[in-house]
């Protein structure tokens, strides 16, 4: 039995595909909350791997001093001032966003397919597996995330890698209720049907019929969340359970920061605007996707 | 009768829940990190100190015995003792509690009050300047991180303006003890002591303001989407047609139905606000879960850990319940669905 047979409209021809794209980029460009969104993702992605590049001080990054320089208010030579130590502020945004990004990539590198894969076997199959998965689902939707994961770095003590871990630990089961929502409403579509009359295995009717019909509720979802793991990551530095000192990242840098306020506010309140862009632009871009796309993530 | 069973159904879920919460915390506390009698008796401890240790505490049995012994304490109100404080970790948490659901209720009173006349407003002038007003304020109270919004009102309102003191609970030399509720506002009036009062109202606006955006925020996208929604109703055209004003159309026939939703929002954002409020809290040096919860994790306090845990998420899962059962009381088909499913 051919491919093509099970899946008759998985693959429409490639200017028909081509036509959606440039009709979907029309749609976008008219959007410009969302233009602005992913202006200022590409922004925050161009930092973060140019940094090495961009930051005018790059050596600002480590462990670098400069007693001379200390609480230097922003000029043209430091555009965002310098810190208690006397390195520079922006060099360091440019490379917190560096860890910032890692962050993302990590937890939802390691929560998203987990989380899609128990969403799918809960909504295909349904039953017992049904009920033992969304119920641990449910329990550990019931958990405060950033309560949790201060209570998993402390059993691991506090470091960047186990903040990324915790946070993975408790990210997952969004999208398997996300997933499950979406398989349950899908698994008696035509298509799945016809897969299973002609004879298609379960894998392949969920990874090469079921997946691809979610993939666009899966990149809206996230999309919103690359912000809101920023967001998480950021308030667990603050609190000094994250990345530790001298790793240049953006929550940490608000706290050490903010023990110069009001006189020298630059030091964390520049930080601090930077990780506000970060996710306003995620979340812009986010939505913008979804109102494109037609997808319900919530 | 069917009410009957679904509060029966809500509450056995919820018990479900905290205990699946105590499972997951049991095991990250006293299974991951490793031997907890050789971290409360530090590196340079004999191993026969450890292992007396660990028979005291307990530790030499079976871990599911451990468990029990754990969840007996845990139905009596008994979190064990803190390493760091030295007292029972349900005495502290009694005085830090209480400190932060001030905090939180003053937060939900502010996020409500300001948050559904703003998605009113919104949804009234759809498209207009008022709209997209509303919709930037929504978007910026999601997207800012609390503890930014915390240090920006202390450097703008309290330091530049000197409107609001930006630290503690109640000024230093105001000497009160909320001992009834444990809510300064609460016990200031039941004393009868209108100047704490305003002093502590003083003190809880900031912090409250700044945990309040991220829900206010959520409250006034929803509360305008779904006025939008049933704004297109043919019983709210009917009572247009009828000539029925404007102000009761919108509050009589369009705001009820919206409060369902915001209801479920308020819910799922309250495991956020819980997480936010430990920011918030540690910005201000407000006395509550934040500042023990902190301490304990970086002394590895591991009793005080589980109680810090198990007290937020019976907290979450309580307000859970609450809702379901207020959305139970407005709308009869969650309550048949959740009695039959």
Not at chain 1, 49 to 73: D, I
Not at chain 1, 136 to 144: G, K, N, Q, R, Y
Not at chain 2, 131 to 147: A, E, H, K, W
Request: glycine share 8%; aromatic share 10%.
């Amino acid at each position: 039995m051919s491919d093509l047979a099970l899946s008759p409209s998985a693959t429409p021809d490639e200017s028909s595909r081509h036509r959606a794209w440039r009709r979907g980029w029309y749609r976008f460009r008219r959007n410009p909350a969302a233009v602005a969104g992913l202006v200022l993702v590409v922004l925050v992605v161009v930092a973060a791997l140019g940094a090495p590049w961009l930051a005018p001080s790059p050596e600002s990054a480590g462990t670098f001093v400069n007693f001379g320089e200390r609480h230097q208010p922003p000029s043209l030579h430091h555009l965002f001032g310098t810190d208690n130590v006397g390195r520079d502020v922006f060099s360091r945004v440019l490379y917190g966003y560096r860890v910032s990004l890692l962050l993302v990539v990590f937890v939802l590198g390691l929560s998203v397919p987990f989380g899609v894969l128990l969403g799918l076997l809960a909504g295909y199959y349904g039953g017992w597996i049904e009920t033992v998965i969304m119920r641990i689902t449910d329990i550990f939707l019931a958990i405060p995330a950033l309560v949790m994961a201060l209570a998993i770095t402390a059993a691991l003590s506090p470091s960047l890698m186990n903040g990324m871990i915790a946070i993975s630990l408790l990210w997952w089961n969004w999208h398997t209720r996300l997933i499950y929502t979406t398989v349950h409403a899908l698994r008696h579509e035509e298509y799945v049907e016809a897969a299973k009359i002609a004879g298609a295995s379960d894998a392949h009717i969920l990874f090469r019929e079921i997946l691809p019909n979610c993939i666009s509720v899966i990149s809206v979802k996230v999309t919103l969340d690359a912000g809101f793991v920023i967001l998480i990551g950021a308030g667990l530095s603050f609190l000094g359970l994250g990345a530790q000192p001298p790793t240049p990242d953006l929550g940490t840098m608000v706290a050490s920061g903010a023990n110069y306020l009001p006189e020298d506010w630059w030091e964390s309140v520049l930080p601090g605007l930077a990780i506000l862009f970060a996710i306003l632009g995620f979340n812009l871009l986010g939505d913008g996707l979804r109102d494109l796309l037609d997808v319900e993530v919530s | 009768m069917e009410y009957f069973f679904f509060i029966v159904r809500r509450l056995m879920w919820s018990l479900l829940v905290l205990v699946g919460l105590s499972i997951v915390i049991f095991m990250i506390a006293r299974v991951v990190p490793g031997d907890p009698a050789r971290i409360a008796l530090g590196p340079l401890a004999t191993t026969e100190q450890v292992a007396n240790l660990r028979h005291k505490m307990g530790l030499d049995r079976p871990l599911y015995v451990q468990y029990a012994v754990y969840i007996g304490g845990l139905v009596r109100g008994d979190f064990g003792q803190s390493l760091l404080t030295q007292r029972s970790v349900a005495l502290d948490l009694r005085t830090a509690f209480p400190a932060t659901l001030e905090l939180v209720l003053a937060t939900i009173v502010i996020a409500t009050l300001l948050g559904i006349p703003t998605g009113v407003l919104a949804a009234r002038f759809k498209d207009t300047w008022v709209d997209n007003i509303g919709r930037v304020v929504s978007l910026l109270g999601v997207v800012t991180p609390s503890f930014f919004i915390a240090l920006l009102l202390q450097l703008l309102v309290g330091y530049y303006l000197h409107f609001l003191p930006v630290n503690g609970r109640l000024d230093p030399s105001v000497s009160f003890t909320p001992d009834i509720t444990g809510l300064v506002l609460v016990d200031a009036l039941i004393r009868g002591q209108p100047g704490v009062w305003f002093d502590g109202l003083r003190h809880l606006l900031l912090p409250a303001i700044s945990l309040a955006a991220a829900s206010l925020g959520q409250i006034a996208r929803i509360t305008r989407s779904s006025m939008i929604d049933v704004s297109r109703k043919d019983y709210v055209e009917a009572a247009r047609a009828f000539g029925i004003p404007d102000l009761v159309t919108t509050f009589k026939y369009m705001l009820k139905p919206s409060f369902i939703p915001t209801l479920t929002i308020l819910g799922l954002e309250f495991a956020s606000l819980l997480g936010n409020a430990f920011l918030v809290e540690m910005v201000f040096g407000w006395p509550g879960m934040a500042a023990y919860g902190v301490r304990a994790i970086l002394h590895k306090d591991f009793n005080a850990i589980m109680g810090v845990v198990m007290i937020t998420g019976a907290f979450f899962v309580f307000v859970n319940l609450l809702i379901d059962v207020l959305l139970g009381t407005v709308d009869p088909r969650i309550r048949i669905r959740g009695a039959r499913s």
